[in-house]
């Protein structure tokens, strides 16, 4: 096993690296190299790489890409952060083995670090659970949180069956939102060059998350995040930008989407808030979910919580969690034992306590 400490040697993997993502148990788009440096280059600030490499005869099998963050109290975690859906391992499917080597170093040859922080893994990607095992195999204090449940659709093969599945209000409430939508001459344009980011970014500027500083552009960050990413999508065919265009030709909606293997991913859906009274973002929403039929795509997940509007369109979730561990060390136990064991119950006491007083008042 290689500990990469540099940004060069990581890139330096990508073909491998890609190749590994389609040989593991649940192949993502956030698993990729292209994801994963997009993430790095914008956001990796003040934390030092600490990516691990697994070979076995020469062959690729696992890169674990974590990073080290110094201080009183260091911390080994994930390449992810609040603007990450998904992380994980990535690791052969037939190389379980992989995760073991990397959890025995980590256990025992990592420099000092009070914690390890990996989010959010999905519950149903076998590699995930694996990490999990091997993790507390060698003495580190596992704790896991769930940190949400995503929304997945199942793109059945034409639009009729898909919209048959929904809610008859929501049918409804569709249908009297198109007609509008074609009265005011709207009309959706879905691109798959970068450049197209230009007026997703220029949209996304008068929207509610622009002010809120979670938009694609609201930080120096997440723009060079996007740009990065979008370029690298476009080079290998994922990209789809969905643009709302009004009578005049400018955009009033767009939707960030990849499309990777037949799977889709929702990154971001913004509206300018002055167009809010035309529902764009719905109204963009169901004009997407007919183009994504229309190129075969299997799945769409929507990301993120199971917030309402999303459920409206999955048929079910996927949940993902928090995984915290602490190392095989006295220090270590107790900080595990206080963290997933003191603090629950404490709080569990407490909620008793406060039940008890409000049935007796």
Known sequence: ?????????????????????????????????????????????????????????????????????????PMIQGWSNDYTDRFGPVVDAEAREAVETAA??????????????????SSADPATGWLTDA??????????????????????????????????????????????????????????????????????????????????????????????????????????IALLRGRDGEAVAYELNLVRGGDAVNLKLGYRESAADLSPGLVLRDRVMDALIAENAATFDLLGTAEPYKLHWAGRTVPHMRLRGFPPTAAGRLAHGYRHRFRPAAGRALRWVRRGRRDAG
Request: charged share 25%.
């Open 135 to 240: 993790l507390s195999a060698v003495g580190v204090g596992v704790g896991t949180t769930e940190w949400w449940r995503s929304p997945i659709v199942d793109l059945p093969g034409d639009p009729g069956t898909l919209r048959a599945g929904l809610g008859g209000s929501f049918r409804s409430t569709l249908r009297r939102k198109a007609r509008r939508a074609t009265a005011e001459g709207l009309d959706v344009e879905i691109r798959t060059d970068a450049a197209a980011l230009d007026a997703a970014l220029a949209v996304s500027a008068e929207s509610w998350a622009h002010r809120e500083g979670t938009g694609i552009g609201s930080t120096p960050a997440n723009e060079r995040f996007y740009r990065s990413l979008a370029s690298a999508a476009e080079a290998r065919g994922w990209l789809r």
């Open 1 to 73: 096993m290689t500990v990469i400490t540099d940004r060069a040697r990581a890139g330096s993997l990508h073909g491998e690296w890609s190749e590994l993502v389609d040989r593991s148990p649940r192949p993502s788009v956030f698993l990729t190299p292209e994801w994963m440096l997009a993430w790095w280059d914008a956001y990796a600030g003040d934390l030092q790489m600490y990516l691990l490499e697994v070979r076995h005869r020469d062959r690729l099998v696992g890169v674990f890409p974590l990073a080290y963050r110094t201080g009183t109290l």
């Open 104 to 121: 025995r170093h980590l256990a025992g040859e990592a420099p000092r670090w009070h914690r390890l922080d990996l989010r959010p893994l």
